[in-house]
């Protein structure tokens, strides 16, 4: 959670789901909720006003949720709520009721959620596990909560996550250090112990385990260069491997460790790696309780930065990618592609196959859209640059340099027997680039001139030859 001056946080407000729906911002004449002329069509946005971080991650019988940092009664940052959407296949979002509202403890900043299987925590009350959420109580951030600190505490739903109970003890992990916050939570097996990961202060993490989510002991300290908020914590197969596995922790900007965890410390194999290079990823977390039948890694990023001139909403989230560890001959990577769910919206496609691309050729010429997947694997050849331009922005690869470029932000990216792989996701505002099947990725938002529509690839200093590519034209997920 990243913090604006103190000034900015003295923001009340309580209102329900139906004032929500009216709440500060307008709609323009000629347009309806959900699809204002920048509003995302396929990335998540909350109806009205402002939100950040994604929040509470978990999978529960069927459905996804979604929770946010959220600002039910402005378009800025403020009075920081849990807003809460539910899905069914990570792609099409129903917002729900805010989850967690402010209270003498604080404002509601991130956090996790999970589901309590085995009812460690004594909060069931029905035939179903109880869902729990930790997350920081932001002291000192409202007038009410005046003079307390940043804590941690629980809540917990038996209804499937429509309602949520605050716990009677909280906090359930009292004030360690300045603005100590956003815990992420898992259950480790080997030790039957859940395992938080905190933020701390300054470049400091921290992890503690618990054997009922309400007692916690701490483990150890961890220091993060160059980071700060917003720790992920997880098991990875290295190559597909499931018996071959190393943990990756995670930062808010995605920065990541590998290396190993017994249980009670994490040792990371070398220094941190870069997972995103675009200008606009961060608060990064992912999925919690993904069945064991479809076993995915699910990341969900805040967009952070995104403008939205004139909308009733601020904010966008990324797209879910699919998250996997692979080697390389530099060591193990973080890779991440979109989930396969975005088939869902896939409409028309335009596809080719083993086409020459020269200098000033464009097979897509006349090709234009707003939202599109596009697929393509290019053999470089003697070109020394080949790339896209999509409405006006250039996705630009150096042969020379072996990077790829989008919107002011580069990663480098190495070919691979002569050839590289590219996917884009093009919305309304934002683009987001992967490269060699999730080895990089960038993603950042952007504002195109409405009336450059236009998809073109292009080829520079010599031939290259299309493999392969496909352009899917996108369905938006709002009615």
């Not at 003498?104 to 299987?117: E, H, M, P, Y």
């Not at 909308?311 to 060591?331: D, I, V």
């Not at 691979?416 to 960038?442: C, K, M, P, W, Y």
Request: aromatic fraction near 12%.
């Amino acid at each position: 959670m990243t913090l604006p001056p103190i000034s900015s946080l003295f923001r009340r407000g309580f209102v329900n789901f139906w004032v929500l729906a009216f709440a500060a911002g307008t709609v323009a004449a000629g347009e309806t909720l959900y699809h204002e002329t920048w509003r995302p069509q396929f990335h998540f946005t909350a109806q009205k006003n402002w939100h950040n971080d994604p929040n509470g991650l978990v999978f529960f019988r069927g459905e996804y949720h979604l929770f946010f940092q959220h600002n039910p009664t402005g378009i800025n940052w403020g009075n920081m709520t849990w807003g809460h959407a539910v899905g069914r296949d990570l792609v099409h979002w129903r917002q729900l009721p805010n989850a967690l509202e402010p209270d003498r403890l604080g404002t509601i900043f991130s956090g996790s959620a999970v589901v309590d299987w085995q009812n460690t925590a004594g909060f069931r009350s029905g035939r179903e596990p109880a869902l729990v959420a930790i997350y920081t109580a932001a002291g000192g951030t409202s007038p009410e909560s005046k003079g307390q600190p940043f804590t941690q505490c629980l809540a917990y739903s038996n209804d499937r996550g429509r309602t949520w109970t605050k716990f009677a003890g909280n906090p359930v992990l009292p004030h360690i250090v300045g603005d100590n916050r956003d815990p992420k939570v898992i259950w480790f097996a080997p030790t039957r112990r859940w395992i938080m990961a905190l933020f701390k202060d300054g470049h400091t993490y921290a992890l503690f385990a618990s054997p009922n989510l309400k007692s916690w002991t701490h483990l150890q300290d961890l220091e993060f260069p160059d980071c700060g908020e917003c720790p992920d914590f997880f098991e990875l197969p290295v190559d597909g491997n499931r018996r071959h596995t190393r943990w990756v922790f995670t930062a808010a900007n995605g920065h990541y460790f590998v290396g190993g965890f017994d249980g009670a410390k994490f040792t990371p194999d070398g220094p941190p790696q870069v997972a995103d290079w675009g200008k606009n990823y961060y608060a990064v977390q992912t999925y919690s309780d993904i069945p064991p039948a479809d076993g995915r890694r699910i990341q969900i990023a805040w967009m952070n930065g995104g403008r939205y001139p004139d909308m009733p909403f601020n904010q966008q989230m990324s797209f879910p990618c699919e998250l996997t560890l692979r080697s390389f001959p530099e060591g193990l990577r973080l890779c991440r592609v979109p989930v396969r769910e975005i088939a869902k919206l896939h409409g028309h496609q335009h596809a080719w196959k083993n086409v020459t691309l020269r200098p000033g050729d464009d097979p897509l010429a006349g090709l234009e859209g707003e939202l599109l997947d596009i697929r393509a694997e290019i053999e470089l050849g003697d070109a020394s640059e080949v790339g896209f331009r999509v409405r006006g922005e250039p996705v630009r690869y150096s042969v020379a340099g072996k990077t790829l470029s989008s919107l002011d932000a580069t990663a480098p990216l190495a070919p691979v027997n002569g050839r590289i792989q590219l996917q884009i996701l093009l919305d309304r505002t934002s683009l987001e680039v992967f490269g060699n099947a999730g080895r990089v990725s960038l993603t950042s938002c952007f504002l195109p001139k409405p009336d450059n529509r236009r998809v073109e690839v292009y080829a520079a200093g010599g031939a290259a030859k299309i493999i392969s590519l496909r352009v899917y034209e996108l369905r938006s997920i709002w009615p």
